[in-house]
């Protein structure tokens, strides 16, 4: 069963702009973001479709982002596509909520990247 749905849209220039004040970057992505963005010919397409699914889980679990905290959970990219991961405090409060999983699609075309997660709840 669902249990929450989200999606944000992030403009890859203004990302551009805000990864140029190096303290965004520290603030907002955990270092596996980091080093996947900063190895892309564009990395600011990365780092928005990354912040973009930050912004989507706050609104998928209704938190918001200060109750998910940026920081908080990051994207992996696999093989199999992205994947959302989550710190242990707000993987707590996911299944305190009965979050069991998190499905995520990253798209991006010209100045836009998109995220879409749903949450699905714990069997």
Same mark, same amino acid.
């Given at each position: 069963?669902?249990?929450?749905?989200?999606?944000? +849209?992030? +403009?890859?220039?203004?990302?551009?702009? %805000?990864?140029?004040?190096?303290?965004?970057?520290?603030?907002?992505?955990?270092?596996?973001?980091?080093?996947?963005?900063?190895?892309?010919?564009?990395?600011?397409?990365?780092?928005?479709?990354?912040?973009?699914?930050?912004?989507?889980?706050?609104?998928?679990?209704? +938190?918001?982002?200060?109750?998910?905290?940026?920081?908080?959970?990051?994207?992996?990219?696999?093989?199999?596509?992205?994947?959302?991961?989550?710190?242990?405090?707000?993987?707590?409060?996911?299944?305190?909520?009965?979050?069991?999983?998190?499905?995520?699609? +990253?798209?991006?075309?010209?100045?836009? %990247?998109?995220?879409?997660?749903?949450?699905?709840?714990?069997?």
């Amino acid at each position: 069963m669902i249990a929450g749905v989200g999606t944000d +849209l992030c +403009l890859i220039s203004r990302m551009r702009r %805000a990864i140029g004040s190096g303290g965004f970057v520290r603030r907002v992505f955990v270092r596996e973001e980091i080093d996947y963005a900063d190895s892309r010919a564009e990395p600011e397409r990365h780092y928005a479709s990354a912040f973009a699914a930050k912004e989507a889980l706050a609104k998928a679990t209704g +938190l918001g982002v200060f109750g998910v905290g940026l920081a908080m959970s990051w994207v992996r990219r696999t093989e199999e596509g992205p994947v959302m991961l989550f710190e242990d405090a707000l993987r707590e409060k996911l299944d305190g909520m009965g979050i069991g999983s998190c499905w995520l699609s +990253l798209a991006h075309d010209g100045d836009y %990247a998109l995220a879409f997660v749903v949450l699905e709840r714990a069997s």
